[in-house]
C-alpha cells in the first residue's frame, strides 16, 4: 500500500515539474544583430543621395571629415557621428526580398534617397503608419527601423559644414582685427595686432593686458557659429566690410570679412564662400571697442 502511495506521489509530482515547464515563458535566444557588420571605424566616404537634388559627397582625410561636393568644406564631426551609427542600428523587424516583392508599398520602388558608406548602401523608404518605423533596404533586406536619419539626410548641404570658425587642429598663431567704435556702432580704420611667440600673447596696444590678450585669443580659437551659409558669386562681387586677418601653426592662414547688423555678427572667407553667423552679443568677446568722440 505505501508503495503505490509512493508511486501515485512520484507520478503527481512528475505531472506537476511537466506542466510547469510547458508553462514556462519562452527564453529569447535570438539577437537582433545590427543592420550592417561594417564598423564605423572604417568608412572613409560617404555619398547621399537625393531625388532631383545636388549628391553629398564627404570624405575623410587626415584632419578629419570634410565635404567635397557640391561645397568644400570641414564637415561637421557630431552629424558625421550620426550618419555612420546606421551600420549600428538594431532594427525592429526585417524581411528578404524575393522576385516577387513589390517595393512601392514600402517607398522603395525609386531611390529617391540614400546613403552610401564606403560599398554599403542604404536605401530609405517610407515610414509604416502602426509604428512609425521607417523602412530602409540594404543587401536585399527590407528593415524597419527608428527614423532619426531621414531629416538629417534630406538637409541640405551647408547644414554638414562645421560650425566652428577655427577647424580642428588648426592653432592661431597671429590675429589682425579692427578696433570697433562703440558709440557708433561700426568699424574705425585701426587695427589690433596680437601675436603669440614662445606661449606668450603680445599686441600693438600696450594697454591690454597679457589676460586680455588670452581672452580674445582664446574667443577666436572657439568660436562657434549659429549657423554656416553658403555665399553666391554674385554677393562676393558687392562684399565690403573691414577684414580680418588669422595666422596659425600648423596650417594656411585664413582671411574674413566682418559684417555687422543690429542682431547679427558675420564672418565671410571669400576663398571657400562661406558666411559664419554670430549673434551680436560675441561682438564684445571677439574685439576690443573704442570710443570716438
Given at each position: ?231 553666391s558669386e554674385q ?27 543690429a542682431t547679427n ?29
Amino acid at each position: 500500500m505505501k508503495k503505490q502511495i509512493i508511486i501515485n506521489l512520484a507520478l503527481v509530482l512528475g505531472i506537476a515539474v511537466l506542466v510547469l515547464y510547458l508553462n514556462k515563458p519562452p527564453t529569447e535566444t535570438v539577437k537582433q544583430h545590427s543592420i550592417s557588420a561594417v564598423k564605423s571605424a572604417t568608412i572613409s566616404s560617404i555619398f547621399i543621395y537625393r531625388e532631383q537634388r545636388e549628391t553629398i559627397h564627404l570624405v575623410k582625410k587626415d584632419i578629419g571629415w570634410h565635404i567635397i561636393q557640391p561645397i568644400k568644406a570641414k564637415a561637421n564631426d557630431v552629424r558625421i557621428s550620426l550618419l555612420l551609427d546606421l551600420l549600428s542600428t538594431r532594427p525592429k523587424s526585417h524581411f528578404k526580398l524575393t522576385h516577387e516583392t513589390d517595393l512601392h508599398p514600402f517607398g522603395l520602388g525609386s531611390a529617391s534617397l540614400s546613403v552610401r558608406l564606403n560599398d554599403e548602401e542604404f536605401q530609405f523608404g517610407n515610414i509604416e503608419t502602426l509604428n512609425k518605423l521607417r523602412y530602409v533596404k540594404h543587401n536585399e533586406v527590407v528593415y524597419l527601423i527608428k527614423d532619426t536619419l531621414a531629416p538629417l539626410l534630406n538637409a541640405s548641404a551647408a547644414s554638414f559644414i562645421d560650425n566652428r570658425l577655427v577647424p580642428s587642429p588648426s592653432k592661431i598663431s597671429r590675429l589682425e582685427l579692427p578696433l570697433l567704435d562703440l558709440n557708433t556702432d561700426k568699424n574705425n580704420l585701426d587695427k589690433l595686432s596680437m601675436t603669440l611667440s614662445d606661449g606668450h600673447w603680445s599686441s600693438n596696444m600696450p594697454s591690454l593686458s597679457s589676460d586680455t590678450l588670452v581672452e580674445i585669443a582664446s574667443s577666436w580659437q572657439q568660436a562657434y557659429a549659429m549657423q554656416v551659409i553658403q555665399v553666391s558669386e554674385q554677393s562676393l562681387q558687392n562684399l565690403t566690410g573691414q577684414k580680418v586677418l588669422i595666422n596659425y601653426t600648423n596650417t594656411p592662414p585664413s582671411e574674413f570679412i566682418l559684417q555687422l547688423s543690429a542682431t547679427n555678427l558675420s564672418l565671410i572667407n571669400s576663398a571657400a564662400r562661406l558666411k559664419y553667423q554670430f549673434p551680436i552679443a560675441m561682438k564684445h568677446k571677439l574685439f576690443v571697442h573704442t570710443e570716438s568722440n
